[in-house]
C-alpha cells in the first residue's frame, strides 16, 4: 500500500512515492512537498524573492545578498564543483542559451556570442561575509540542476528519520530511493540509450540508492557531420566535444549529480577516464552513440 503525488517543482515533473503501511503516506507527502515548496521558493530563479533571483536583479548594481549557513554550504558545493572541474562546470553558462535555437543552432553572430560571453564566470561572483553579489550587470545564474539533487536528498533524509522503509522520489532526472518497494520489487529507474536507428530504455536499479542523469541523447544537435550535447563552453560559448549521456549511481543524488555534471563537461575520452577512476555504477554513451561503463553491461 502506497501513498504518491506527482506535481511540477524547480521546472521539472516531480513523483513522490512513499510506503503507506502505517497509514502516515500522505501525512509524509504532505511534509515532502512543504519542503521542496521551501527550497523551490528560496533558491529557483523562476520565483521572483528566491536568493538566486534577487542576485540576478542586482547583478552589477552593488548590492549583496545575504546568504544563510545552508545557501553558503550549497555555493561551496557548486565552487568545488567549478574547481574539480577546472572551471567547466558554470551555472552562470545559462544565459548562452539565448544564442542558441530550439534545436541547439548557432542563431547569435560572433560578435553577440562574445558579448554574452563577457557576462558569464563563475569567478565573477563574490561571495563574503555580507552574502553575495555578482560584478556585472546582465548576468543571469541558475543553480537548479545542483539544488534538485539537494532536495531529494534532504526530503529523504526527513523520511529515514522516520523510519521510513520504503520511498521512490524523482525530481527530473534525479531519483533517490529508499529500500524496496514495499511488496519486495526493485526500485527502477530509466535511461535512454541507442538501440539501432531508435532510443530504447535501459531500466536500473536504484534500491536505497541515488541516481542523476545528465543528458539526453534524444536532444544533441549535429554540426559538420559530428554529434554533440547540449553542454555550453563557458570559454568559448561553443558545444563541448563530450559525452551526449551520463547516468551515475552513488550513495546520495548529490553525489550521483557531481559526478555525472563533471563528466558531462568534460571531452568524450577525459570524461571516460573520471567515470572510470571513481568506482560507482555508470552508463555514458559517446558522440557515436556507443554505450560505455559498469552499467552498460548489464
Not at 564543483?81 to 548557432?106: A, M, Q
Not at 548576468?139 to 520504503?166: E, F, T
Request: with cysteine; glycine share 8%.
Amino acid at each position: 500500500m502506497i501513498s504518491e503525488v506527482k506535481l511540477r517543482i524547480f521546472g521539472r515533473m516531480c513523483h513522490l512515492v512513499i510506503d503507506n503501511s502505517d497509514e502516515r503516506g500522505a501525512e509524509r507527502l504532505s511534509q515532502c512537498q512543504a519542503e521542496l515548496a521551501r527550497l523551490d521558493s528560496k533558491f529557483s530563479p523562476y520565483h521572483p524573492k528566491s536568493i538566486t533571483s534577487q542576485i540576478n536583479q542586482g547583478a552589477g548594481t552593488g548590492s549583496t545578498v545575504p546568504l544563510d549557513p545552508e545557501a553558503v554550504s550549497l555555493f561551496s558545493y557548486i565552487d568545488a564543483l567549478w574547481d574539480e572541474s577546472n572551471h567547466l562546470f558554470d551555472p552562470t553558462v545559462r544565459i548562452l542559451r539565448d544564442c542558441y535555437d530550439s534545436d541547439g543552432k548557432l542563431h547569435a553572430s560572433t560578435e553577440q556570442l562574445q558579448g554574452m560571453l563577457k557576462l558569464v564566470g563563475w569567478n565573477k561572483i563574490e561571495i563574503s561575509a555580507a552574502g553575495a553579489h555578482m560584478s556585472q550587470r546582465g548576468m543571469l545564474l541558475d543553480m537548479n540542476a545542483c539544488i534538485r539533487p539537494y532536495a531529494l536528498d534532504s526530503i529523504a533524509r526527513k523520511l529515514r528519520a522516520q523510519g521510513v522503509k520504503s520511498a521512490y522520489l524523482e525530481l527530473g532526472e534525479d531519483v533517490i530511493c529508499i529500500g524496496k518497494q514495499s511488496d519486495g520489487a526493485n526500485w527502477l529507474a530509466g535511461v535512454r540509450i541507442p538501440q539501432g536507428n531508435r532510443a530504447g530504455i535501459l531500466r536500473l536499479k536504484v534500491n536505497d540508492r541515488g541516481f542523476a542523469l545528465r543528458g539526453n541523447i534524444e536532444q544533441t544537435s549535429l554540426q559538420n557531420g559530428e554529434y554533440f550535447g547540449r553542454v555550453l563552453s563557458p570559454v568559448d560559448g561553443i558545444a563541448i566535444p563530450g559525452l551526449l549521456s551520463v547516468a551515475v549511481i552513488a550513495d546520495n543524488c548529490l553525489t550521483a549529480c557531481s559526478a555525472a555534471s563533471i563528466a558531462r563537461v568534460k571531452t568524450e575520452a577525459s570524461g571516460l577516464k573520471w567515470l572510470e577512476k571513481l568506482g560507482m555504477p555508470w552508463l555514458a554513451v559517446d558522440r557515436q552513440f556507443n554505450c560505455h561503463g559498469p552499467l552498460a553491461q548489464r
